[in-house]
């Protein structure tokens, strides 16, 4: 439990495990695929998967690089669901059906019989909103499918989430889905809301510890646990050190992690970490629900239900009458606004739930319906291979931080693992390629935008760019204090002296009128002009989604109009350019 299951958020496993060619070409009615780069978007799609189910409508969920491509003509009705990362870019995971879709060669009509919707996650922060599944929608019109339900875009920084847009567009979907595709002719395993349901799957004592992964591999869960995949590497971490004052209210640390060979890797990519639930957070719910007998045992895992439901389960399990009341209330649609203000608000996590809700008992076969796996957590890398041969280094910044709702500190899952881990540790970490990518010709100056842990990107391009010889580089770095929590200032200081690097920084807490780094780029109007419409610059921004990155390209927009005469018009389609030379990137999160 403490390295498969979390235990302060909510998932579903894919809802037919793994899908063979022949099972896909035998019963196909609805298609679910999506395309996802955290998880969000499998979650979405799984429990469209579910509503699917209740409606006794025979469904597949596969994430979109599994599915087999030669095999889409063929399909009736597809379901989409994908995200956006950085400034408009599909997921990985969606890369080879889009390339595919995009082939030139393709006839007008190629998807005419098929009908298709597109729900589509991201982060209204981005100019480029949602543009995944925006693009994917027009795509899929020009081959001539049929949009069953209008796209629905999905935004992280609204008040409830992407619910407040997923619940409306499901609202007009199932009832559209119900109209045109017939029931199954096949019973699907759901139940009366009164029965309690089967369980995901069943755990069978078993003293092959090896087993556990063979039952998590036939539930199609091993690309969720990562459990046998390829491509990680072992690690060991060498230093685990606070980069900010000891009394300052956040806690940031540069992690050095060091291999015994040689690896490859580029300024931009993602080191991908595997964390564990805390072993106090384990033996309490061991002990809440009387699983002490099994703590130590190992089990073979076996698919019952693949139509479990979700947040009703507990329902079940609770024996308290104003328990289950509430619990009832909670999984309501009248009761949504509730649910919304005692779990999201407050980030409150699943034990807190168990603490509040005594009755609770949860039988050890539904931990998969109640506990979601623990998703790995990626992380910017934040130094060059060619400065640090066979290490990598981040900057992370530890999550813990007080609720005005709730006593105990909120803390994250990965990140509190991360704070204790003691140098010497033994990691198996993954790697994985960025969005960001430098320029290929070193005498293109480079402009960088990084507040706070946004700048762990950007280091990694400035030791790269300096060990290659470039020294065109500018950096405006976004802090609090100079004294408290400027991310290596002395690597900055010392490359300043070098004259490889022209660093900016905003410490916005240091005087009495607030200075970000939109305000210094607006100072240095004519350099930003100069740098980027005379000498083809590059822009990286990196960090909070919040306002910043808003705010720096009207400013750098408002920059050509002042510097250059030209009009509103001409420079924003200068910036939009840009963007489609590869000249800016944005890698931003919620």
Same mark, same amino acid.
């Given at each position: 439990?403490?390295? *498969? ?14 899908? +063979? ?13 999506? =395309? ?12 469209? =998967? ?22 889409? *003509? ?25 390339? +595919? ?43 001539? =499918? ?112 060091? +291999? ?33 007998? @099994? @703590? ?18 507990? *329902? ?220 083809? =610059? ?53």
């Amino acid at each position: 439990m403490q390295g *498969i299951v979390e235990t302060s958020d909510t998932t579903a496993s894919n809802l037919n495990g793994t899908t +063979t060619h022949e099972e896909l070409e035998d019963d196909r009615g609805i298609l679910i695929l999506y =395309g996802s780069e955290t998880g969000t978007a499998q979650d979405v799609a799984e429990r469209i =998967g579910r509503e699917c189910l209740g409606l006794q409508l025979h469904c597949r969920v596969i994430s979109m690089d599994i599915y087999p491509l030669d095999l889409l *003509i063929d399909e009736s009705l597809v379901i989409f669901v994908c995200s956006t990362t950085g400034n408009g870019t599909e997921p990985r995971s969606m890369s080879s059906l889009w390339q +595919t879709l995009l082939r030139s060669d393709l006839p007008a009509d190629l998807l005419d019989e098929i009908q298709f919707a597109v729900f589509g996650l991201g982060d209204s922060g981005y100019e480029r909103f949602n543009w995944a599944a925006k693009k994917l929608q027009r795509r899929l019109l020009v081959l001539g =499918g049929s949009e069953l339900v209008k796209r629905g875009d999905g935004d992280e920084q609204d008040y409830y989430g992407i619910e407040s847009a997923l619940d409306p567009w499901l609202s007009k979907l199932l009832p559209t889905l119900k109209g045109v595709v017939p029931s199954s002719s096949k019973p699907l395993p759901t139940q009366p809301y009164s029965t309690t349901p089967l369980s995901r799957v069943r755990l069978i004592p078993d003293t092959e510890v090896d087993t556990l992964t063979e039952g998590v591999k036939s539930m199609g869960l091993d690309t969720i646990l990562e459990v046998g995949t390829s491509g990680h590497i072992s690690v060991t971490l060498s230093q685990n050190e606070r980069i900010t004052r000891n009394d300052w209210f956040q806690d940031v640390r540069h992690i050095e992690l060091e +291999t015994d060979h040689d690896m490859h890797y580029e300024p931009g990519d993602v080191a991908v970490l595997y964390p564990s639930n805390d072993p106090d957070d384990v033996d309490w719910l061991i002990s809440r629900m009387n699983w002490a007998s @099994a @703590a130590d045992q190992s089990f073979t895992v076996t698919l019952n239900n693949p139509g479990a439901p979700s947040t009703s389960t507990v *329902i079940h399990f609770a024996s308290d009458e104003r328990e289950i009341e509430k619990l009832v209330e909670f999984c309501s649609k009248e009761g949504q606004e509730d649910l919304h203000a005692y779990t999201t608000r407050p980030r409150r996590t699943i034990l807190e739930v168990l603490s509040d809700f005594k009755s609770v008992m949860i039988p050890l076969d539904y931990i998969v319906d109640v506990f979601p796996p623990i998703r790995p957590r990626s992380f910017s890398i934040a130094s060059s291979v060619k400065a640090h041969p066979r290490q990598i280094q981040l900057c992370v910044a530890i999550v813990r931080y007080k609720s005005l709702l709730l006593k105990a500190p909120r803390k994250g899952l990965c990140t509190a693992w991360l704070s204790k881990l003691k140098p010497g540790t033994r990691l198996r970490i993954g790697l994985e390629k960025g969005m960001m990518r430098l320029p290929e010709d070193r005498s293109k100056p480079v402009i960088m935008i990084g507040p706070g842990t946004g700048v762990a990107p950007l280091r990694a391009m400035v030791e790269e760019r300096v060990r290659d010889g470039a020294n065109d580089n500018t950096l405006y770095f976004g802090c609090r204090s100079a004294a408290a929590d400027c991310h290596y200032h002395e690597d900055w200081k010392a490359l300043e002296e070098k004259g490889a690097l022209r660093c900016r920084i905003a410490a916005s807490r240091d005087q009495d009128r607030k200075i970000y780094v939109q305000n210094l780029l607006e100072d240095d109007s004519a350099i930003i002009s100069d740098l980027l419409a005379r000498k083809g =610059g590059f822009v990286y921004i990196c960090g909070s989604s919040n306002q910043m990155p808003k705010a720096v390209r009207r400013t750098i927009t408002e920059s050509f109009a002042n510097q250059d005469g030209w009009d509103e018009e001409r420079a924003t389609k200068y910036v939009q350019l840009m963007e489609d030379e590869g000249r800016w990137s944005e890698e931003c999160w919620s």
